[in-house]
């Protein structure tokens, strides 16, 4: 995912979304799970049933400062064109927030890969960050090169998917 600036996110409180899982949004997106929870937002994976497709829900609180950010964040991912980078489907307000609607991914995060403890050998070997690591340069080429700057690249923002 995008992120912004420190000062960008002290403008916003975190605080949980009030969803709850079976909840029907804006009359298109039924609410399955929780997947993700930031310093801004809540992350829900939920299906779109006019689309007929999984989609994730980037929920924040719908303030002047939330939802500018979350339109911003739209718009960098729209002006990125790389398999590794989500694209965004919509952004849209239900009951008081503001949500972004984008491109389902299905995976474990970088952090959670690295700390994964697997039987057959260790948790992640040099060969594994090196693939990691090439395929991470090449998404942040792309974003770079659409004239996005990620300020917050970290394991936990890194999606290893199949």
């Given at each position: 995912?995008?992120?912004?600036?420190?000062d960008e996110?002290?403008?916003?409180?975190?605080?949980?979304?009030?969803?709850?899982?079976?909840?029907?949004?804006?009359?298109?997106?039924?609410?399955?799970?929780?997947?993700?929870?930031?310093?801004?937002?809540?992350?829900?994976?939920?299906?779109?049933?006019?689309?007929?497709?999984?989609?994730?829900?980037?929920?924040?609180?719908?303030?002047?400062?939330?939802?500018?950010?979350?339109?911003?964040?739209?718009?960098?991912?729209?002006?990125?064109?790389?398999?590794?980078?989500?694209?965004?489907?919509?952004?849209?307000?239900?009951?008081?927030?503001?949500?972004?609607?984008?491109?389902?991914?299905?995976?474990?995060?970088?952090?959670?890969?690295?700390?994964?403890?697997?039987?057959?050998?260790?948790?992640?070997?040099?060969?594994?960050?090196v693939r990691?690591?090439?395929?991470?340069?090449?998404?942040?080429?792309?974003?770079?090169?659409?004239?996005?700057?990620?300020?917050?690249?970290?394991?936990?923002?890194?999606?290893?998917?199949?």
């Open positions: 995912m995008l992120a912004f600036t420190a996110l002290d403008t916003v409180d975190a605080v949980e979304i009030p969803w709850r899982v079976g909840e029907l949004v804006a009359d298109q997106y039924v609410v399955r799970k929780q997947i993700g929870l930031g310093g801004m937002s809540t992350v829900w994976d939920a299906y779109d049933r006019v689309m007929k497709r999984a989609t994730a829900l980037k929920t924040t609180l719908a303030c002047d400062s939330a939802a500018t950010l979350v339109t911003r964040e739209a718009r960098a991912l729209a002006s990125v064109r790389h398999p590794g980078v989500p694209v965004p489907y919509t952004v849209g307000c239900y009951r008081g927030w503001t949500f972004l609607a984008l491109e389902r991914l299905y995976g474990v995060s970088l952090e959670h890969r690295i700390h994964d403890p697997r039987p057959s050998g260790p948790a992640f070997t040099i060969p594994d960050a990691v690591l090439v395929a991470l340069t090449d998404v942040l080429a792309a974003v770079h090169g659409a004239g996005v700057v990620h300020h917050d690249v970290k394991p936990a923002n890194v999606m290893l998917c199949p």
